[in-house]
């Protein structure tokens, strides 16, 4: 059984910094998919980042230039790194991992862009 454990929200001033961090753990294969979606209160969850395991990156385009997706594969862990963050970057940020039929979800983490 895959487990996915995210942490690293919180509480940020606009144009500050935070690093999200998704350890995957269980029967993982090797050739995988790793990536972040956020939801935003009354919104539609929607792709933040994902990357490949051969580190092949892919952002949307409100995040390109501010956010990094990086992983550690001998850790099955990816991160965030979010800079110069803005209030609508406020969401729950889930962490993805999809391989072969497999497709799951972590249990999500707070991210609030507020002064």
């Known amino acids: 059984q895959v487990h996915l454990v995210e942490s690293g929200g919180g509480l940020v001033q606009p144009g500050g910094s935070l690093r999200l961090t998704c350890a995957a753990s269980g029967g993982i294969f090797a050739i995988n998919t790793m990536g972040w979606y956020r939801q935003a209160p009354g919104k539609e969850r929607e792709l933040v980042a994902t990357i490949t395991h051969r580190g092949a990156t892919n952002y949307v385009d409100s995040v390109k230039g501010r956010f990094t997706i990086s992983r550690d594969n001998a850790k099955n862990t990816v991160y965030l790194q979010m800079n110069n963050l803005k209030p609508e970057d406020t969401a729950v940020y889930y962490c993805?991992?999809?391989?072969?039929?497999?497709?799951?979800w972590g249990q999500g983490t707070h991210v609030t862009v507020s002064s």
């Open positions: 993805n991992l999809r391989f072969s039929v497999y497709n799951g």
